[in-house]
């Protein structure tokens, strides 16, 4: 734990310190940890000795996950979703389940895994997290409707796709264990306390029996999550759901609580999330990659190039975005930290497949962060030389958009309703 500990206070150092480079260059911190940690593990120079069952790996994921699905329910409140609901509802509503059904074929016929075991793999892996391409979703100059489109996708899915992570495991567990009762329990029972735990903490911030001081405003939303987390685990409701139906509901129903919290609440779950990134390439030893075959690689390579890329052109077809805008779409669905978490409740729950399971899942991630992480720069640079445009060709632009769908596009600032929220500056 120490030793641990000082690694992590280290690389934390490290990437403050070249935290600017990152956002003008190919170098991420999420890639750094995630090299940091391999380096530092049993499999190279032995410092940071972890194993996938020990309790501070599951520990800190969960913690971590459940502060991610927390922020990211906070990007997807009621009027983020109705200012600009079309785009992000064909990733959503085609392009998850047909990456899904892609992955799952994949996963049958080059790795041979059954059928339920398959459909399980490819429910982990499809999340997708915004932060390896942090220069897209933080570039003003890419168009705001792409930066959205990714912002409320990777922000919905990781909830989106929990209840088939778990269904699929129960199942895979066998006839014996699949209790669909309790199973649907806990996950409304989770969903039940996200909502009503701050439904009820909004209400009563605005009686006149409560005032909150401005110093202690991104509190407010902090002190939500953790009593949402606190009766979730006394009541065992599913967390994962808990923290994301109570990030959405504070979105909609407190928006101060919300802006407040935006900073403070990006920073603490990117801490986190860095952990255990660091704590996850420690498990990624020699051994562990060698463990994988030629199939196994095979496998995470087609889940990355072929599997969301074709899913996007499907669902994408005829819906204005421009072929770069399309294009930087089916690429930048980055494996990200929700497919973390949900391949080590995978290894836990000691389904016979579970440890090929998460060697798949564990190479498939590493591939991924090293690939979208480093490529998001060049892409972003590409719409930085599409926007430098004539100064009247704004004004062309501006008067064809009205004669498109609205909803294909964010609002323009000044228009009657507010434009969404930007997506944050995150953390590279």
């Given at each position: 734990m120490t030793n641990l500990l000082l690694a992590f206070s280290v690389m934390l150092l490290l990437a403050v310190?070249?935290?600017?480079?990152?956002?003008?260059?190919?170098?991420?911190t999420a890639a750094l940890f995630l090299v940091g940690g391999f380096l530092l593990g049993d499999g190279v120079t032995g410092l940071v000795s972890l194993q996938p069952g020990e309790?501070?790996?599951?520990?800190?994921?969960?913690?971590?996950?459940?502060?991610?699905?927390?922020?990211?329910?906070?990007?997807?409140?009621?009027?983020?979703?109705?200012?600009a609901w079309r785009l992000p509802g064909r990733a959503l509503g085609w392009g998850l389940p047909l990456t899904l059904l892609l992955t799952a074929v994949f996963a049958r016929y080059v790795v041979g895994l059954d059928w339920v075991e398959s459909l399980l793999i490819a429910a982990v892996l499809t999340p997708t997290d915004p932060v390896f391409a942090a220069a897209l979703v933080g570039n003003d100059k890419v168009p705001p409707r792409l930066r959205h489109l990714l912002n409320v996708e990777s922000g919905v899915n990781d909830g989106l796709v929990l209840p088939f992570v778990v269904l699929f495991?129960?199942?895979?567990?066998?006839?014996?264990?699949?209790?669909?009762?309790?199973?649907?329990?806990?996950?409304?029972?989770?969903?039940?306390i996200g909502v009503a735990i701050p439904w009820a903490a909004i209400a009563l911030e605005r009686t006149r029996l409560f005032a909150i001081s401005p110093k202690y405003e991104p509190l407010n939303a902090t002190a939500i999550g953790l009593l949402v987390l606190a009766v979730a685990q006394a009541t065992h409701g599913n967390l994962f759901l808990a923290a994301f139906a109570a990030g959405v509901t504070v979105a909609s129903l407190g928006e101060r609580s919300r802006e407040s919290f935006a900073e403070f609440g990006e920073l603490v779950a990117e801490l986190l999330k860095l952990a255990a990134l660091l704590v996850f390439g420690a498990l990624l030893s020699p051994a562990f990659l060698g463990d994988v075959g030629w199939t196994g690689w095979a496998f995470a390579v087609l889940a990355l190039v072929v599997a969301r890329p074709a899913a996007i052109w499907v669902s994408f077809l005829r819906s204005r975005l421009t072929a770069r805008e399309q294009g930087a779409m089916?690429?930048?669905?980055?494996?990200?930290?929700?497919?973390?978490?949900?391949?080590?409740?995978?290894?836990?729950?000691?389904?016979?497949?579970?440890?090929?399971?998460?060697?798949?899942?564990?190479?498939?991630?590493a591939l991924s962060i090293l690939a979208h992480s480093s490529t998001d720069i060049v892409v972003a640079r590409g719409f930085d030389e599409e926007r430098e445009v004539p100064a009247w060709f704004g004004t062309v632009r501006t008067l064809g958009r009205r004669h498109q769908d609205e909803d294909d596009d964010p609002p323009e600032p000044g228009g009657d309703d507010p434009p969404p929220d930007p997506a944050p500056d995150r953390p590279r």
């Open positions: 310190l070249v935290s600017n480079l990152a956002h003008r260059t190919v170098l991420s309790p501070i790996v599951s520990e800190l994921s969960e913690l971590a996950l459940f502060a991610v699905l927390f922020t990211d329910g906070m990007h997807a409140g009621w009027q983020d979703l109705r200012s495991l129960a199942l895979a567990k066998g006839s014996g264990d699949l209790h669909l009762g309790e199973l649907g329990g806990e996950l409304a029972a989770g969903v039940a089916m690429w930048f669905g980055p494996k990200g930290f929700a497919s973390v978490v949900y391949g080590l409740l995978v290894l836990e729950s000691g389904i016979t497949e579970g440890d090929h399971i998460f060697h798949l899942v564990g190479v498939t991630i």
